[in-house]
């Protein structure tokens, strides 16, 4: 019985956070107008940003700012407001939201403010 209810917990809390996962990203939607949080950036290709922020959150500062430093990712202003192009997971496409631009910079959806 105890293994059951254990088994019980363990599926409601797997549930839960699939739940959380998938609202999570329906909050970012294509035609969406959104600001960046301090501290963002977008790269030019979805593989770029990828990588960028692969190196950044393994600490890897210099291998990092090497994207930056070739101009494949730029820092993103707060105050400016941009549009979502497309959604893939948690990675987010997105163009300045002044202009009718189809294909734009990658980012993750954790730099957008909500």
Avoid at 60 to 77: A, Y
Wanted: overall charge neutral; hydrophobic content about 40%; proline content about 4%.
């Amino acid at each position: 019985m105890k293994k059951r209810a254990i088994a019980g917990f363990a599926m409601i809390g797997l549930l839960g956070a699939i739940t959380s996962v998938q609202a999570q990203d329906k909050v970012v939607q294509p035609q969406q107008t959104f600001s960046f949080m301090p501290n963002a950036y977008g790269c030019l290709s979805k593989d770029k940003f990828d990588s960028a922020d692969q190196h950044a959150q393994a600490g890897e500062q210099q291998k990092m700012q090497e994207f930056f430093s070739g101009f494949q990712c730029l820092p993103t202003p707060e105050g400016a407001h941009f549009r979502v192009v497309q959604v893939v997971g948690h990675d987010v496409e997105f163009v300045n939201a002044s202009n009718s631009d189809t294909q734009g910079l990658w980012t993750a959806d954790r730099f957008i403010k909500q």
